[in-house]
């Protein structure tokens, strides 16, 4: 019955009402198919195809040209993973149902009757020797150590080093050669030679041995810059002193110091300024060279804003694009601040494009330009998913953009699973309340089998969220009020807390994350809190605080190891006695793939005399995680979670332990990683599990 709803509730998503349409006659798509490079290599070939040759578009026949050049992109791409000399034959089916065979390496010099219409093509790729560097050594090199120089070329990061991560192609190794060369230059090192020269090339198996070779020479160094500032109309320049050393010399600081100096003018509205950094004297000590520099800055003429002129929007209102770029009639022309104004209008997410141009008014005035490109309105997108509770799930989220041409955003996300059916509504107006802060209304439903209850949870809210930039930090305050309704429980855990109360409560979010990736944190930090407040005053019938703490940090021991440590923290307490005051749902019921992992979902959470899972007012949970790279996809880990929990609040922080170690198997993908561990328990209590095997998607904290 549960599932029958979530269909409905996907088909009322997808229809629109007082408007009709009428059924155009069905095309046929041509069928296009890649054979040889192994299942994922064959599908991501043939989505490159789509998307670089037919831009996504299903024709309903295939060109000579699509073909020829389709094959000359597949030799190319082969090549750039180390296979020299492939072949691609192509199949071709025509329209009038004849079938043709070609070699697509000959068709440079036999190309195809331009009368030819395919309806299905197979190419077969023939891949030949893998190219691989069995040897590679780096001579006269003293700054860097070996392996860091070794990256530049060959993937380091794992302890398994087979050929695929080891592979040679021409381009790679003058990618290589350049890369090892700005690193240096970075250093100081601006007269830096980096060569190579290639020793041995079998054709039979792919071996290559290479040897780089190294000159170094001088390090320069920055030792002060003197600034001469040239304003536009006067015959005096202005000198100061903008930099004292020292400071490794480089093309890229020389470059990054211009930019800063730049940046200086453009705030005072010159968009025209050269700088132009130029060696005053140098002094040679031994291996080092010290550089003196005179920068010359020529600010130009001070210019003003005459217009903002918006151009390409369709349904956005431009008073709206007006406010959101800050960008005002008289202002200074500060090109870092209209940068900033484009930026804000990308960042709506309902533009596929956006540009800014100038015209000039004259000498000391200019308009500004933002044109845009509207992308779409409407967007359905479907869900799937697998885990070793809910097992399979699946949903659809619908995207609706740009309401009243002001950026309002509607989303509603229904996902189904063997456990669990949910529904969420959201809508956002962007800015409303100030920079950065978007208000936003939410509606959601959820009905999911919990190891011990059945949680039935529905309700709304309002709130509004925003961001603090300077501090990387997010903060959302909102009210909610729901019905937390905990069904099949039986009345002993009944006891434990209100079984089916009206909550109104105001919650605070804060998130703080400075990790490196949110996907595949490697180094850094993030400081996640969750503050709920919920009284009778607010609408409710429950009285309680309940605070949730998490924090993770993460380092690299080597090149291809990882530590990571997460820690997270619980407290809910009752204004009153816990079973007339907190809701039994917003006890916390630890266990699972991203808890402790010798447990299932809610498992390791405290049990009454009868053995029955009552949930936890209060738990502590810390993990140590060490993550070993295999290769470019395949990692090892290993890990300690530590979990304590307090049935009641008087047992705070916790008056029972729980320990899990255990390993596992991750797989890296675009979406993150997909995790395959066992946690086995150490000191499992009566009813326990000896371990469990969680299979999931994510990183676990």
Same mark, same amino acid.
């Given at each position: 019955m549960r599932f029958?709803?979530?269909?409905?509730? !996907?088909?009322?998503?997808?229809?629109?009402?007082? *408007?009709? /349409?009428?059924?155009?006659?069905?095309?046929?798509?041509a069928k296009l198919e890649i054979k040889g490079y192994g299942l994922l290599g064959n599908w991501r070939l043939k989505r490159m195809l789509r998307d670089v040759e037919l831009g996504g578009k299903k024709p309903e026949f295939f060109t000579p040209t699509f073909i020829e050049d389709s094959a000359l992109l597949l030799t190319s791409r082969v090549k750039e993973d180390g296979y020299r000399s492939p072949v691609i034959r192509i199949a071709i089916e025509l329209a009038g149902g004849e079938k043709l065979r070609v070699d697509g390496n000959e068709l440079l010099e036999n190309p195809l009757s331009r009368e030819l219409r395919a309806t299905a093509i197979? /190419? &077969?790729?023939?891949?030949?020797?893998?190219?691989?560097? *069995? *040897?590679?050594? !780096?001579?006269?090199?003293?700054v860097l150590k070996e392996k860091e120089a070794i990256s530049y070329f060959i993937d380091t990061e794992g302890l398994l080093s087979t050929k695929g991560m080891r592979v040679y192609t021409p381009q790679r190794l003058r990618q290589g050669l350049s890369s090892l060369t700005d690193a240096l230059e970075r250093l100081g090192y601006a007269q830096a030679q980096v060569t190579a020269a290639q020793e041995a090339m079998d054709p039979k198996s792919g071996a290559v041995d290479v040897r780089i070779q190294v000159q170094e020479g001088p390090k320069f160094m920055v030792r002060f810059v003197r600034e001469e500032t040239q304003y536009s109309g006067q015959t005096n320049?202005?000198?100061?002193?903008?930099?004292?050393?020292?400071?490794?010399? &480089?093309?890229? %600081? $020389?470059?990054?110091f211009a930019v800063q100096l730049k940046n200086v003018q453009y705030r005072k509205g010159y968009p025209d300024v050269m700088v132009?950094?130029?060696?005053?004297?140098?002094?040679?000590?031994?291996?080092q060279v010290m550089l003196d520099i005179v920068a010359t800055v020529n600010t130009g003429n001070q210019v003003r804003v005459d217009q903002v002129v918006f151009q390409g929007q369709k349904r956005t209102n431009p008073v709206f694009m007006s406010r959101r770029v800050r960008v005002e009639r008289g202002d200074l022309l500060n090109p870092i601040r209209v940068e900033a104004?484009?930026?804000?209008?990308?960042?709506? =997410?309902? /533009?596929q494009h956006v540009d800014v141009t100038y015209t000039n008014v004259d000498e000391n005035t200019r308009s500004v330009f933002y044109s845009v490109e509207e992308g779409k309105r409407r967007e359905i997108s479907l869900l799937f998913g697998w885990g070793s509770y809910e097992l399979l799930r699946g949903g659809v989220i619908y995207d609706e953009y740009n309401i009243w041409g002001l950026a309002h955003h509607l989303r509603l996300k229904a996902t189904q699973s063997i456990k669990a059916t949910s529904g969420d509504l959201t809508y956002t107006i962007p800015d409303i309340l100030g920079k950065n802060a978007d208000l936003f209304l939410y509606g959601s439903g959820l009905r999911r089998e919990e190891i011990s209850f059945t949680r039935v949870e529905y309700g709304g809210g309002v709130g509004v969220h925003k961001l603090f930039t300077p501090v990387h930090t997010d903060v959302t305050l909102r009210y909610s009020y729901q019905i937390l309704d905990a069904m099949s429980i039986v009345s002993a855990v009944a006891s434990e807390g209100l079984t089916n109360p009206a909550v109104g409560s105001i919650i605070l979010d804060l998130k703080h994350d400075r990790r490196d990736s949110p996907l595949y944190p490697r180094r850094g930090y993030k400081i996640f809190l969750n503050i709920e407040t919920a009284a009778s005053e607010l609408? =409710?019938? $429950?009285?309680?605080?309940?605070?949730? /703490? %998490?924090?993770?940090?993460?380092?690299?021991?080597?090149?291809?190891? %990882?530590?990571?440590?997460?820690?997270?923290?619980? !407290? $809910?307490?009752?204004?009153?006695?816990? &079973?007339?005051?907190?809701?039994?749902?917003? *006890?916390?019921?630890p266990g699972g793939a991203n808890s402790i992992r010798g447990y299932q979902e809610g498992e390791a959470s405290p049990r009454n005399e009868e053995q029955q899972i009552v949930g936890a007012e209060s738990y502590m949970l810390g993990t140590v995680e060490l993550e070993q790279a295999l290769n470019r996809k395949w990692s090892v880990v290993g890990f300690v979670d530590t979990l304590g929990i307090a049935e009641h609040m008087e047992n705070y922080p916790f008056n029972r332990t729980l320990f899990s170690v255990g390993g596992g198997l991750r797989w890296r993908t675009l979406i993150g990683p997909v995790r395959l561990e066992y946690g086995y328990n150490l000191n499992p209590r009566q009813l326990d599990p000896t371990g469990t095997l969680q299979f999931s998607f994510g990183f676990p904290f």
């Open positions: 029958s709803y979530f269909l409905v509730l !996907v088909l009322l998503t997808c229809l629109e009402p007082q *408007r009709t /349409f009428s059924t155009p006659k069905a095309v046929k798509p197979t /190419f &077969s790729i023939e891949k030949g020797v893998l190219y691989y560097y *069995r *040897r590679l050594t !780096v001579e006269g090199l003293t320049s202005s000198l100061s002193q903008v930099f004292s050393g020292p400071k490794p010399y &480089s093309r890229f %600081w $020389a470059q990054d132009d950094l130029k060696p005053d004297q140098a002094q040679t000590n031994a291996d104004g484009r930026f804000r209008l990308a960042e709506l =997410g309902i /533009f609408g =409710g019938d $429950a009285n309680y605080e309940r605070v949730e /703490f %998490w924090t993770s940090w993460h380092h690299r021991l080597m090149d291809s190891m %990882w530590l990571s440590l997460g820690f997270s923290h619980g !407290v $809910a307490i009752s204004f009153g006695s816990a &079973s007339d005051n907190l809701p039994f749902n917003k *006890r916390f019921f």
